[in-house]
């Protein structure tokens, strides 16, 4: 028997951009496995069919409940013949037999591994597993290895860094940035993006964004952030970028995954509050924490391409170009019909300028 309210619901949108993405995944067992089918293709260079199977896990974390037949799936978008498939033998059976043989796999399981660590990816993972290591032990006795100085922080505070970070650890972390931003520049603010501006309960690191009112003092004010931090004695790793953005050299240098944005990469020490870390002596832990400070005015598409989802990203310059015939990127919006830029102040100037209803961060985990 069918629903006949059923027909007149609006049908889902294939851009991630255009539907309401939630932390409460009603799906997870789909998204996971079909997230595993997209992590190994990524770990072989295919991208392309990875993407496949990350949109379809995308749709399925937008839906209101847990899918419990097949045939629910016929009017969703971007559910290709294998994601049906694999939706189907887990909704029959518990669990999909590629799915398990991939997490069983040796070389899935090396990259996986490998890839954890910071500094670490796809391609320096592939040529280690290659040469025929397996573990850190082997990859850190290998001669032939050499690793940089990013790799070699990864390895040395591997274990506190592999550890989620919780909200609470964010907020601690948030007053620790602020008072080294403020001390340098009162009118200066700072916010936090990423997965926790999303609402998520965990992250890899800690993302800030820093917005100053002075124009240019945005490489300086992080250059003397970083200099506190070193003399609090609680900086473990730096990695600051310059601004590379000119204005004038736009659009041309843009609309790539990077920005152009002063930026550093940072693992910090962090106090714990509680219990000390008796076996190691200390009572801090390591986190990865990562700063950007864009220009003022470039500070609505700095936020928005920071707040993620890295799909919700990809589907808002995806859906930009296709359906708006708009250049977006982190760090402006293009009109190719009038060949002007669209300024913005805040990211709903964004969403307005595309056409887009507004899409909440903690909406945006697609
Ligand atoms: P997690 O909890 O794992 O940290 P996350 O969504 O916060 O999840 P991040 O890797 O911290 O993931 O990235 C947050 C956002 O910042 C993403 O949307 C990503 O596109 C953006 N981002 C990260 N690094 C850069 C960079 N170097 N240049 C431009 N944008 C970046
Ligand atoms: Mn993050
Ligand atoms: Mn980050």
Known sequence: RTNPSAKTESALSPYACQRRTTMDNHNKIFTDALEVLAENLEFGGNQGPSLAFRRAASVLKSLPAALKHLQETQHLPCLG????????????YGSSSRVEEILNDERYRTMKLFSSVFGVGPKTSESWFCRGLRSFEQVL??????????????????EDISKPVSRTEASALKIIVEEAVISVNPSATVSITGGFRRGKEFGHDVDFIIKTPEAGQEDAILTAVIERFK???ILLYSDFQESTFDLRQLPTHCFEAMDHYSKC???IKLKREQETDARAGRDWRAVRVDLVAPPLE???YALLGWTGSTLFERD?????RLERGKLLDNHTLYDKAT?????????????????LEYIEPWQRNA
């Open 141 to 158: 006795n290998e001669p032939s290895v050499r690793l940089n100085r990013m790799q070699t922080a990864g390895f040395l505070f591997y």
């Open 316 to 320: 808002l310059r995806r859906f930009a």
């Open 231 to 233: 003399s609090q004695n």
């Open 81 to 92: 013949e294998h994601s049906r498939a694999v939706i189907e033998e887990i909704i029959e």
């Open 339 to 355: 060949n002007t830029f669209l300024p913005a102040n805040t990211e709903e100037d964004i969403f307005a300028h595309l056409g």
């Open 265 to 267: 990469f940072l693992i």
């Open 298 to 300: 470039r500070f609505a």
